[in-house]
């Protein structure tokens, strides 16, 4: 079994639909929870970090992380189509330095 | 502030031949990362350097890979002898500290035929 665990998709929404995007993990140490956002043929790019369990939201973004049942989301709302990309999470702990990243979902936003 | 940079963005070489992809970390920032993306096995962990010395290179494939640090601005990933199961995009990342999120570089897109 993988550390973490994400579906790869691809997930196809219509334009100015909420946008769910899911991860499950299994080391309950993990404490430091990110997304990245990577576009075709450019570098993963940071979207969203936090530290342990609760929500945190940034414009359109919000993620949560729910440490008891070891389960992370991002949340898009009013998804464009510029928000077409793969999206993958990743999670570390205290005094690790390795960072396990999921395998990606990749999303399309149709307008 | 000038991010990751990776050079050079696309190689195509010939199975055999050396290869050698550079990176330039963040100003500041002590840790760097190299990675392996492919289809099949998505982001993976190649080696790792804290302070310019090598910390972990278990995620190093096979001993014709090679990685170093001579200073705290420049890394480079060298392939020698080259072969078509090492063609993927190979990531540079860093950060400030290792539990910090890290900062990605554009990335070299490598194919070997």
């Known amino acids: 079994q993988k550390e973490v665990e994400q579906d790869p998709g691809p997930l196809s929404v219509p334009e100015g639909a909420i946008v769910s995007l899911n991860c499950t993990y299994s080391?309950?140490?993990?404490?430091?929870f990110m997304w990245y956002r990577q576009y075709s043929r450019k570098g993963p790019e940071l979207l969203m970090y936090?530290?342990?369990?609760g929500n945190k939201e940034d414009g359109r973004f919000t993620a949560q992380v729910d440490k008891s049942s070891k389960y992370i989301s991002l949340f898009i709302r009013d998804s464009q189509p510029s928000d077409s990309a793969t999206y993958l999470c990743?999670?570390?702990?205290?005094?690790?330095?390795?960072?396990?990243f999921g395998a990606g979902t990749r999303l399309f936003v149709k307008a | 502030d000038a991010g990751v940079i990776q050079s050079p963005r696309h190689e195509v070489t010939e199975m055999g031949q050396e290869v050698t992809l550079r990176c330039k970390p963040i100003s500041g920032h002590n840790s760097l990362f190299w990675y392996r993306q492919t289809m099949m096995r998505g982001l993976e962990l190649l080696i790792y350097?804290?302070?310019?010395?090598?910390?972990?290179d278990s995620g190093m494939p096979e001993d014709r890979f090679s990685a170093k640090m001579p200073n705290a601005s420049f890394s480079t990933l060298k392939i020698q002898p080259s072969e078509p199961r090492d063609s993927a995009v190979y990531f540079c990342?860093?950060?400030?500290?290792?539990?910090?999120?890290?900062?990605f570089g554009d990335g070299t897109r490598l194919s070997i035929l």
């Open positions: 936090t530290y342990s369990s």
């Open positions: 350097f804290n302070n310019n010395v090598p910390i972990d």
């Open positions: 990342a860093s950060t400030l500290d290792s539990n910090q999120p890290q900062h």
């Open positions: 080391n309950s140490a993990f404490q430091y």
């Open positions: 990743a999670m570390t702990y205290t005094g690790g330095f390795k960072t396990i």
